[in-house]
């Protein structure tokens, strides 16, 4: 019964948070998502005044040049072998499949065109960022892509090789590093279609070095999904609060409500790194359920894409390099 009167009350809420914050992203007659009128910054103001109730807003971020947060990969490793529990710390992350493999699935194949019957996602190399078990990087694998799942903590990455070596579908596609972002970076220069970091960025110590390397290791056009949680009153109510504490859906502790980020936040750390969000779209968990739906608010949790932007000659090198064509050539010399 608590559990019932817990998901009125959060739906309650979020009803109440999509009336105060509008919609930012529309759908073209086509089915994708394309940006509204309504900028970032008019959304912004509204938010930080409705949803702030009294919670500090900060944007300050430590720069420690590595994603790795020591304290964060100790957690995980307590966790490392329970990833393929359903019923367990991860179900929640196993229902969002339903959401985010066809959110990479639809907007790669806006891109890329269908490549083949049954694997629509083939030929594509995918890097899956703080893969932990797999739970998103053997789907991704199902539907075609060659996936590289990376993750810091060496008995999660040994928990997915082994649950995938049970499938002989993956074994050719689906493969784990035990690494972190800015390691595989080094080597893997323009080597990826399309980055996913899933539930990642909200553990990572340094977005800045996350982004950098991120574009470092996208091809030009490349896509980058993020999902992740919004930096609200609402986010910490339900995320943190209920999630963790009342209901236990995650083990206690798992979210710093510090380390989230709002999804305008996210477009600006990107943008520098030469990144242009094409959309943005709310999530949201339904607890009575145990499924996951997409919702106009964005305020609790959210999906991203972006695309590495392919670099356009300069105009001046052009102009230059043209003017430098009309100009005769001296005939060479071999004396």
């Known amino acids: 019964m608590f559990c019932k009167k817990f998901g009125r009350l959060a739906f309650g809420l979020l009803a109440e948070s999509t009336y105060r914050c509008p919609f930012i992203l529309k759908v073209s007659s086509d089915g994708r998502s394309v940006r509204s009128l309504c900028s970032w910054t008019v959304w912004h103001h509204r938010q930080r005044n409705q949803l702030s109730n009294g919670l500090p807003h900060t944007n300050v971020r430590t720069v420690s040049q590595t994603t790795l947060d020591p304290a964060e990969v100790r957690k995980f490793q307590a966790m490392a072998s329970k990833w393929w529990d359903l019923q367990g710390e991860f179900a929640a992350l196993h229902a969002m499949n339903d959401l985010r493999v066809p959110f990479v699935r639809d907007n790669l194949l806006n891109i890329h065109g269908m490549r083949q019957s049954g694997k629509p996602l083939a030929g594509l190399r995918i890097l899956d ?62 080597g990826f279609d399309a980055v996913v970091a899933s539930e990642v960025v909200e553990h990572l110590a340094d977005l800045d070095t996350f982004a950098s390397c991120c574009q470092q290791v996208l091809k030009p056009g490349g896509s980058l999904f993020i999902t992740t949680i919004n930096k609200t009153s609402l986010s910490y109510v339900l995320g943190i609060v209920a999630a963790e504490q009342l209901l236990r859906i995650v083990p206690s502790g798992t979210h710093d409500w510090e380390k989230f980020i709002s999804p305008e936040d996210l477009e600006r750390l990107l943008e520098p790194f030469g990144f242009c969000v094409e959309a943005i779209r709310g999530m949201m968990y339904n607890p009575l359920t145990g499924a996951w739906d997409w919702q106009q608010s964005t305020a609790i949790n959210y999906a991203l894409h972006a695309i590495k932007r392919i670099e356009e000659p300069q105009p001046d090198r052009v102009w230059a390099e043209s003017e430098n064509l009309d100009e005769p050539r001296q005939a060479t010399s071999y004396s």
């Open 129 to 190: 960022v703080g893969c932990g078990g797999g739970v998103l990087s053997e789907p991704l694998g199902r539907i075609g892509a060659d996936v590289l799942g990376i993750d810091p903590v060496e008995d999660s990455v040994r928990t997915a090789e082994m649950h995938s070596s049970y499938d002989p579908d993956l074994r050719e596609r689906v493969r784990y590093q035990a690494c972190t972002l800015e390691e595989l970076a080094e080597d893997e220069a323009e």
